[in-house]
């Protein structure tokens, strides 16, 4: 069976040869460069480490690595991949913590008198800033919802003729040149709740419940954009992508950070117009990212049209892997879970990892459903070895119907 059939039976509930693995596929179950640089080491690779997403400073996964765990999806993204920074013209730079790497050409953050790296825009505003000491880049400015722009006004990007021939050609690529299950993020300009607020959300969330007809007339405008994208997309990819994913984080670690019913009232309408027309439109799974302890809006997203739920943060309030099998598994694909990045990947010994990973993997797995990957990226810090413990007990125990045995062969 090959990776695409894999993926493809999975995401339709139905049981594979083994679970399907995602390395690094999305930009939520990546790793950091700095740890995917000791990893490789560990693994005797020895070729530059590239930084494809300047954001989170996550590393471009490499072919050996990939078929060193069972790599089973691949992703599609755009030319410029975080901050307008297009993937192009690498050059080398070092990571705060010395490690070597491959950036971008165009990345080219400034200290500060404070030691942090900012990155600055054409105009000379500052957009992110990396602390001193830090491991990724914090967004600076503030966002429509927070900075209560006018809808009417507001510039909201649509694909270019450039980028839509760009994922063409690699939709195509990967499609003909790999048997990957492909996933394309797509989501609206901006994330329809949390990603409006940035910069200053105490304000976005006072507006949020304070002035609907406001907040109405952003949703329109943002979703009206976002369906001009998906048909400019789904145009230029045709039936090369299974899985389209969108992001948006609802939950803290405890709690929601909003009520179900604000939910359903204000957000919910809006996304359901995007997921319905890709539902209408498209043979495509939809996947969400939605980060936290979300148990209580699992209906709701799943009404709304979720197929696929990504990090499943399996350490929040509520969000237990047997738990949200039985309830919801007949109805949703569960895409992560499998390994706690808060605590067991960074501190606990290999042994610690390959327990967790069986025992979510024996709840998450039967019947299909769930795609293997970590609990959101696989952060900085993290020892190699428990990285490979990650995906080898995964390879090990996310064998359907047959005896355990070496994953190799």
């Known amino acids: 069976m090959n990776s695409r059939e894999r993926v493809l039976l999975a995401i339709n509930h139905q049981e594979a040869d083994r679970l399907p ?3 690094g596929a999305t930009r939520q179950t990546g790793i950091a460069a700095s740890t995917y640089h000791l990893l490789k080491r ?19 996964i490499e072919q050996p690595i990939l078929d060193r765990f069972g790599a089973d999806c691949v992703g599609l993204n755009r030319p410029a991949v975080a901050f307008g920074i297009r993937n192009e013209g690498w050059k080398p730079w070092t990571l705060p913590d010395g490690t070597p790497v491959e950036v971008p050409g165009g990345f080219n953050p400034s200290s500060d008198r404070l030691g942090n790296l900012v990155l600055y825009d054409a105009g000379g505003a500052a957009i992110a800033k ?21 809808p009417a006004g507001l510039k909201i990007p649509l694909l ?17 040149n790999t048997d990957k299950a492909t996933v394309a993020a797509m989501g609206p300009p901006y994330e329809l709740f949390f990603g409006l607020g940035t910069g200053d959300f105490s304000s976005w969330m006072m507006t949020l419940a304070c002035e609907p007809d406001y907040v109405e007339s952003l949703y329109e405008r943002l979703v009206d954009a976002w369906l001009e994208n998906l048909r400019r ?25 909003l009520s179900v019913k604000m ?22 799974k939809v996947f969400m990212h939605n980060d936290g302890a979300i148990f209580d809006f699992i209906p709701s997203l799943i009404e709304m049209g979720v197929d696929i739920l990504n990090p499943v943060q399996t350490t929040a309030k509520g969000m237990e892997p047997k738990k949200l099998k039985e309830q919801f598994g007949k109805r ?19 042994d610690d990892v390959a327990e967790e990973v069986r025992r979510h993997v024996e709840f998450l797995s039967p019947g299909g459903g769930y795609v293997f990957a970590s609990v959101h990226n696989i952060q900085a810090q993290v020892p190699a ?8 007990t995964a390879l090990e125990a996310g064998r359907y119907g047959q005896p355990a045995g070496d994953p190799r062969e």
Not at 275 to 284: A, E, G, K, Q, V
């Open 160 to 176: 270019s003729a450039e980028e839509c021939d760009h994922f063409h050609a690699q939709a195509e690529a990967a499609w003909q």
């Open 130 to 150: 990396m602390p001193k000491g830090g491991l990724y880049f914090d967004r600076l400015g503030t966002f429509p919802g927070a900075a209560r722009a006018d």
């Open 42 to 60: 560990r693994l005797g690779l020895s070729t530059p480490t590239r930084v494809y997403d300047v954001y989170q400073m996550l590393a471009d």
């Open 385 to 392: 070895e428990n990285v490979i413990a990650l995906f080898e």
């Open 233 to 257: 997309f789904t145009d230029a990819v045709g039936d090369r992508v299974p899985i389209l994913q969108f992001n948006d984080d609802l939950g803290t670690q405890n709690g929601p950070f």
């Open 21 to 23: 693995i995602d390395v």
């Open 263 to 284: 939910f359903r009232d204000l957000v919910m309408p809006y996304y359901k117009r995007g997921l319905d027309w890709i539902h209408s439109n498209t043979r495509m």
């Open 332 to 350: 949703l694909v569960f895409w992560g879970g499998a390994c706690d990045c808060q605590a067991v990947l960074p501190f606990g010994t290999p």
